[in-house]
């Protein structure tokens, strides 16, 4: 590699010089690696040689740096807003957050993960998921089945539940559109298209659904007041249980803080009726979020790709990560920014499949990001995949009913969208992971009374901590003082330590409802 001299030069050139073998102590420094310095300036023989170094020393620092993310996101218009706006600007090592990987990186580590089985058919989850890029990244770049992502600050989760709510909004307004710049084409007609990828390239499969899945107008006595409340409770807590202690750093008293407002009331309005109109369609990015414990979970049965940039987690938390990772049948690539998971955190049966260069979104910090890929996985990934498909694959048709009323094959397409519920435990979170995967294949209509739900919840909460979050931070210490144990112990000596975590998920996390709820 070439690099500048260290002392920087007065002279109308800079010297560069290739790394000798021989380094003798009268010689200028000379590194391998060096931090990239702005060139010197030189004099000016000419207007078109000064142009001309303008012009590669603003290349090289568009290159190097990967400043120019307003610029390059202006082509990618579906995930542009993910960059803009004061709240997703929240990037600290504060509240359980450390910054996050830049956008052209993560396309990189997608890339890679698609080589190792990440397809139309794949389930991504993201553990520490911030506020939600990397799963809205690898959902519209791979086309994955479903990008689910766990974050247990509130703040963090937050903010994934604002980006998810408005991509819903962006749907939509792309329904509308599409059905505005076709006038001549009926309702019925309009279709659920997917992109899936083969061998010969992509290709575009459509499904065509019925006016009454499709197109379900609203009532013309319905107002505004009618479609304000969409939230479902599915667990509610006594009066008397939210009395506590303040904690100035996990509550906001209300008269500081108030939920956030539509700058146009006519896009609210609008929202609201295309959320009724168009409420059996479903979102163009399977994407879900959750507010929970990563250790809240034995495994993630149904998730076939792991990532997390685990680079600031604790050394504990990593090594019940690793855990869990084996411990799913289904997972078969783990997307991870440390580099000795299977000499020092007992990873097994598995190879590196990519190391990929990364930057920070922000700071601009350079990371790698190591693919861990287990012996087998093309096994694994053909029966996760038929796991899923008998899961939450495509309904089976009922055999040519059309012999029957007409009707029967609409009834039947709604009943199918009915059936599409999953269980909710005692915190109002989805109980287990196939259960997470539900809700991102949920229509849009109950994705966002759910979100919203969440959403009343953070924008009313008292002063006081209610007796569920007290209950979830025990909760929380006793599963760490176990991790604790089985890392200092080893996975071979700890079988004690880790049936007793498996005892502690399966004692205080329980059903106890459903959503949406069952008609």
Known sequence: ??????????????????????????????????????????????????????????????VYSDRSSAKRFKGDSSLSFLFRGPTNDIITSTVGMYGEIAHSSLKVVCKKMVEF??????????????????????????????????????????????????????????????????????LSDLSECSTSSDGEGS???????????????????????????????????????????????????????????????????????GLEQFKNKQSSLPIAFVNEDIIAYDAFEGVTHFYSFDIAMERA????????????????????????????????????????????????????????????????????????????????????????KATNKQDSAVASLKKLTFDVNNFSQPYRAMDIIKLSKLPLYHQYSWYLSKLDKFYSRSVTRSYSDNLKESLASERDALIEQIAHKGFENSHEERAELKTHIATHYRKVSRFPEPL
């Open 1 to 62: 590699m070439r690099c500048a001299e260290s002392q920087l030069s007065t002279s109308p050139t800079t010297k560069y010089r290739s790394k000798s073998p021989n380094k003798n102590s009268n010689s200028p420094v000379e590194y391998d690696i060096c931090t990239p310095v702005r060139t010197v300036k030189r004099s000016r023989p000419s207007d078109e040689i000064t142009n001309y170094v303008d012009h590669v020393e603003s290349e090289f620092y568009r």
């Open 117 to 186: 089985g990440l397809d139309e058919k794949s389930v991504l989850l993201d553990l520490g998921s911030g506020r939600g890029v990397p799963n809205f990244v690898f959902a519209s770049d791979a086309n994955i089945f479903s990008s689910i992502g766990i974050e247990k600050c509130p703040l963090a989760y937050m903010n994934s539940v604002n980006n998810i709510c408005a991509f819903i909004a962006r749907d939509i307004k792309g329904i509308r559109t599409e059905i505005e710049e076709t006038p001549s084409r009926s």
């Open 203 to 273: 290709r575009k499969s459509c499904k065509t659904l019925s006016s009454s899945t499709d197109y379900a107008p609203s009532s013309p006595g319905k107002t505004n007041s009618d479609y304000s409340d969409m939230s479902i409770s599915t667990q509610l807590e006594e009066d008397e249980y939210n009395v506590g202690v303040f904690n100035e750093n996990a509550e906001t008293p209300k008269r500081f803080l108030r939920a956030p407002k539509m700058p146009n009331e006519v896009d609210l309005e609008e929202l609201q009726q």
């Open 317 to 404: 938390l990593i090594n019940n990560m690793v855990y869990q990772f084996m411990n799913t049948s289904t997972a078969y690539v783990f997307g991870s920014f440390i580099s000795d998971l299977m000499v020092s955190f007992g990873l097994k049966d598995c190879f590196l499949g990519a190391k990929v260069p990364c930057r920070m979104y922000g700071s601009n910090e350079g990371k790698t990001c190591y693919i861990y890929v287990k012996n087998n996985w093309r096994k694994i990934k053909a029966k996760a995949d038929a796991k899923i498909k008998r899961a939450l694959g495509p309904q089976k048709k009922v055999k040519k009913p059309r012999k029957k």
